[in-house]
């Protein structure tokens, strides 16, 4: 039966590098636990190498929505299910498959050392098979390149630096794709087809998006095998099923351990509706599509494509199957994406984090065209380890000058995605040359490739007119210019802060016991958009600023009939005045605190609203909360 390790070239070259091949007589019986040992701590020292950004600057409050529910889950449930009920809102609970890991990561480790607990694993969950899907193909330094490739990323590094779940569905995808690929033996086919199962069904129960990124894999993971090994098919795709069934039924008995909620299916099922009616898809997804022309980033997939298609030019028969699926994926997964933006109702390109887990693809294919273009030095001991050592010069070399100039998609953006696919091309023809001119022209066509790659992440977006008929217009670009040698301090002081305002609240008594936020609106970027995240941003908000209570924050509070008021702010001098105002809704100041960590620090006072607030022990049985975690 053939398997997806064709025994090509490329085969019988993994094999001569020991990927299977039984050990030779006298080698060191120790090698494989330190090749292992290497990989597992690679995301450490590469992060210290390249000065890897730990956290990243919050976009939106979105990230926070999530991080409220790593925190205390159970109070979202008790305080809001009601207010939520007909908008949605608690779609963000519904994300199990990384908000089960990150709870269990909060409650072993606390907020910050969980969060880069997680982000450690998730970097493992991604490089692990991708390392030895390139180690099985071409040898150890193509799964070095590998893992670099990946832990270098800006788009991987940002995404892993908040609490959006896009974090969790960029490693998922990345494993999956890679074990769906993996070559192996008959024996192992259908294990490694299992955990690629396993991982892109958790991607899907990380965030909808993936539904787009895992649907173009299975596709283009199936029409492979239609076209290369129809055996056992049938039986392949059930036990993809099976496995989807069994890790989405462990998830919810995980949810309910561990979120306090077991339902995340119909909660799920609820977001899909309420967000697909038309009102929800004017908000989000821009009816104009010029937006693309300035957002150079967009080009890497295509670029990354292009090159992988001419350096495996005219060799598409004697490719090998795992390289085959992993570039047809990639393909699959773009021309996905780019149907839903531009012919469907889907912010999936315009909206970082959501185009962010296209770089699974993305940077396993690159890996794979890297790996290629350097097979001509294979053979040769020292100069086998020149694509990895490139692909540390690169990143270092932006490190030492990181002023990318801005520029768009069209014009700069298409002349540098040009220069990248040459690169390619003159990597490959290098290998027809002399010993010396192939080594120097293959080392060219690499750094041209990469270094192209980078250029394109990095560049911001150029300043223009607002655009009409654009969603989200007043969203930052995302943070890929400092992810490599950028600084993460601030950040992770923010990230300590916003994680105790759970804790400084206090768990809620009764159910419905609603808390709003009043907090200066003015101020509305970082670091204040993260901690009213932490309370579902503008909807638990006060239309205005403290002190003055507006007659629109009066009618919200008649509307919505909150138990407390969280006050916060740089500064506590207008919270007196603030009490004052409400007044009328007899406030009672319950504590206050002062939340540091340098440098930041933030103010915080919880004023109970006697007019609403219920005393559990008067409450009807049906009022107290449900103790479910």
Not at 315 to 339: D, E, N, S
Not at 373 to 382: I, K, T
Not at 429 to 445: N, Q
Not at 593 to 621: C, E, F, M
Request: a positive charge; aromatic letters at 10%.
């Amino acid at each position: 039966m053939r398997v997806l390790s064709d025994q090509t070239s490329v085969g019988r070259h993994a094999d001569r590098q020991g990927r299977s091949a039984p050990q030779r007589a006298g080698s060191w019986p120790w090698s494989g636990w330190l090749e292992g040992l290497a990989v597992l701590v690679s995301p450490a020292v590469v992060a210290l190498v390249l000065r890897l950004r730990l956290m990243a600057p919050i976009d939106v409050p979105d990230p926070a929505m999530h991080t409220t529910y790593i925190v205390d889950p159970r109070d979202v449930f008790v305080r809001y299910a009601v207010a939520y009920a007909n908008s949605a809102r608690l779609r963000e609970g519904a994300r199990v498959g990384f908000l089960v890991p990150a709870r269990l990561a909060y409650l072993l480790f606390g907020a910050v050392p969980g969060f880069i607990v997680m982000r450690y694993v998730l970097a493992l969950i991604a490089i692990v098979p991708v390392y030895l899907l390139l180690r099985r193909l071409y040898g150890r330094p193509a799964g070095v390149a590998g893992v670099l490739i990946v832990l270098s990323s800006p788009v991987f590094v940002t995404a892993w630096g908040t609490d959006y779940p896009d974090s969790a569905v960029i490693s998922y995808a990345a494993c999956g794709l890679a074990c769906l690929a993996m070559p192996c033996s008959p024996r192992w086919r259908r294990a490694w087809l299992a955990a690629g199962g396993a991982a892109l069904t958790t991607a899907v129960w990380s965030h909808g998006v993936a539904v787009l990124l895992v649907g173009a894999t299975i596709a283009a993971y199936l029409a492979v095998r239609l076209l290369r090994q129809r055996a056992s098919l049938i039986g392949d795709i059930a036990l993809l099923a099976g496995v989807a069934v069994a890790v989405t039924g462990i998830l919810v008995v995980a949810s309910a351990a561990v979120l306090g909620h077991a339902d995340y299916l119909k909660l799920t099922w609820q977001s899909y509706t309420f967000l697909s009616g038309s009102g929800q898809t004017a908000q989000w997804h821009s009816a104009n599509w010029h937006w693309v022309t300035y957002i150079a980033y967009l080009l890497v997939p295509p670029a990354v494509l292009a090159a992988f298609a001419v350096t495996f030019w005219r060799r598409w028969r004697t490719m090998p199957t795992p390289v085959l699926v992993v570039g047809v994926a990639a393909a699959a997964q773009l021309l996905a994406y780019t149907y839903f933006q531009f012919f469907g109702t889907i912010e999936s390109l315009e909206e970082h984090y959501f185009s962010s887990t296209l770089w699974a693809g993305v940077c396993l294919t690159l890996a794979v065209t890297v790996a290629e273009l350097a097979r001509p030095l294979s053979e040769r001991p020292v100069l086998r380890w020149l694509p990895p050592a490139l692909l540390l010069v690169v990143p270092l070399a932006y490190e030492a000058d990181p002023h990318v100039p801005a520029f768009g998609l069209a014009g700069v953006g298409l002349v540098v995605g040009l220069i990248l696919t040459g690169g390619a091309a003159v990597g490959r023809l290098a290998a027809r040359l002399g010993p010396t001119a192939a080594v120097t022209g293959i080392a060219l066509g690499i750094t041209v490739l990469v270094g192209g790659v980078l250029v394109l992440t990095v560049a911001p977006i150029p300043a223009h007119a607002p655009l009409r008929n654009t969603a989200a217009k007043d969203d930052p670009a995302p943070a890929y210019a400092t992810a490599l040698g950028g600084s993460s301090a601030e950040y992770v002081a923010n990230y300590r802060i916003a994680t105790e305002l759970p804790s400084f609240v206090g768990p809620a008594t009764y159910n419905r016991e609603e808390v709003l936020i009043w907090w200066p609106r003015t101020n509305g970027g970082f670091p204040n958009r993260e901690y009213a995240g932490m309370y579902h941003g503008d909807f638990n908000s006060l239309p205005s600023s403290p002190p003055t209570l507006t007659t629109a924050d009066q009618l919200m509070l008649q509307r919505r009939r909150p138990a407390e008021i969280l006050l916060y702010s740089n500064s506590a001098a207008s919270f007196p005045a603030a009490l004052r105002s409400l007044a009328n809704f007899q406030p009672t100041l319950v504590r206050s605190a002062t939340l540091r960590s340098q440098p930041l620090v933030l103010h915080a006072w919880l004023v109970r609203l006697g007019l609403y607030y219920h005393h559990p022990g008067r409450l009807p049985r049906a009022e107290r909360p449900h103790h479910q975690s």
